[in-house]
């Protein structure tokens, strides 16, 4: 037998991953000195986001969410921009931030924050 699910079913059970995994209760919010203009989210030791007020972007983390989104749910970038912004905008109060995955150029931060 085969399911069918249409794209906002798909987009309300990938929320409620998010939900489900990254509730704000989950994640530690850590600033640093040498970037003061980003606000990181931790969960379990990792940095798991990052917002970046000056540009109003918002990376998250490839390996721990957005990789998940394209290989679990099989979504494309513009889907899970679209997705993650409703998340930011209904669970985080972060509205007018761009959603993006960051892979190496936050790596060295991330890592310092991480330890």
Request: charged share 25%; hydrophobic share 35%; aromatic share 18%.
């Amino acid at each position: 037998m085969k399911y069918i699910i249409t794209e906002n079913k798909l987009n309300n059970v990938a929320l409620s991953w998010m939900n489900q995994n990254f509730s704000p209760e989950q994640l530690e919010i850590v600033t640093s000195k040498d970037y003061p203009n980003s606000v990181f989210f931790r969960k379990n030791g990792k940095v798991v986001m990052e917002q970046d007020k000056e540009n109003n972007y918002f990376g998250f983390s490839y390996g721990e969410i957005w990789s998940l989104f394209e290989s679990f749910f099989g979504m494309k970038d513009q889907q899970i921009q679209e997705v993650l912004r409703y998340w930011l905008d209904e669970t985080l109060k972060l509205k007018g931030y761009t959603p993006d995955f960051s892979i190496s150029y936050l790596y060295q931060s991330w890592r310092r924050l991480s330890n």
